[in-house]
């Protein structure tokens, strides 16, 4: 006899897939079009960031050091805050302590607020290796997944499972980095090793509640009576016992990177927006995007529906 569940998440699946792909592909073509901001940690440089006695001009800053030494090119300075931050070349302290006296004359009175070079070689490889460690943890997480799942093989191949997980990860990575390239066009915003950080958390969260859906199905696999119960119904019965704990956890989590984002310090903000987007997106695609597709990956050998 089949059972009749209060939710039909499976009736719906198409909807729930093409929001997310749809999410999916705006956010790579934002990618592709507006290109992200990279941060002096991502590729070399220094970024300084100075504070006046009276109101100066970004451009009046730039047009001094550029006066000051010929080997000062590709500067650039924007208002940030109650100061200047000024973008140049990967600066010695010698040379940071010249200019630093080339503004006092200039301007007077100038308070640093921070100060950060790194060599462009630095910057190259720390940008390879959080591309890399993205890319591993995407790989490992599903391998991991393809593993623990074996036990079902007979029902769905436990590689499903893992190549699910994947995609699903990849779209909780994709919809943030979709928003930081806008941002990142719109208001210079750039990205930063805090925001590979970032998308680390996303990852985890996200896949911890992939692995309590895909579990609990598992669960239902292996005591039904695959002959006579539908993987739909599976699949409806997994999901309805296990979406309000997966909602009820995300809740306190969002609640908590609210908090901080209104009250917590100004340079956490992006860090935690990244967060929170992520953790919005990672929890509908656990639940709406990760059960709909191994509902149509099923083996219809085995389940006839």
Avoid: C
Wanted: hydrophobic share 50%; no cysteine.
């Amino acid at each position: 006899m089949k059972t009749k569940n209060k939710m039909d998440l499976i009736r719906k699946k198409n909807v729930f897939i093409v929001f997310s792909g749809l999410m999916v592909l705006a956010s790579l073509v934002l990618a592709a079009v507006f290109g992200f901001q990279p941060g002096i940690d991502m590729v070399g440089g220094t970024e300084w960031h100075l504070r006046f006695d009276r109101y100066v001009e970004p451009e009046a800053v730039i047009k001094v050091l550029q006066e000051s030494s010929s080997d000062l090119n590709n500067l650039s300075a924007r208002n940030r805050d109650d100061g200047i931050v000024v973008r140049l070349p990967a600066l010695t302290e010698s040379d940071h302590q010249k200019y630093l006296s080339v503004l006092e004359k200039k301007f007077g009175s100038v308070t640093e607020g921070s100060f950060a070079s790194v060599g462009p070689t630095i910057g190259k490889e720390l940008l390879r290796k959080s591309i890399w460690a993205l890319v591993f943890v995407i790989i490992a997480i599903s391998l991991y997944i393809a593993w623990a799942f074996r036990k079902v093989s007979r029902a769905i191949s436990s590689w499903k499972y893992g190549l699910i997980t994947m995609a699903t990860l990849f779209h909780d990575v994709a919809i943030p980095a979709g928003l930081f390239a806008f941002l990142g066009w719109r208001l210079g915003l750039e990205i930063d090793t805090n925001f590979i950080v970032a998308l680390l958390v996303v990852m985890g969260f996200s896949v911890h509640d992939t692995i309590v859906v895909f579990d609990r199905i598992r669960e239902n696999i292996l005591r039904s009576n695959i002959g006579r119960t539908t993987l739909k119904e599976i699949i409806n019965k997994s999901v309805q016992e296990t979406i309000v704990r997966s909602i009820n956890t995300s809740f306190t989590l969002f609640m908590v990177l609210v908090a901080l984002l209104i009250f917590g310090p100004a340079s956490l903000f992006y860090f935690l927006l990244t967060i929170l987007v992520g953790t919005v997106f990672g929890t509908y695609s656990s639940i709406f995007v990760a059960s709909p597709l191994l509902y149509l990956w099923r083996p219809r050998q085995v389940f006839k529906e």
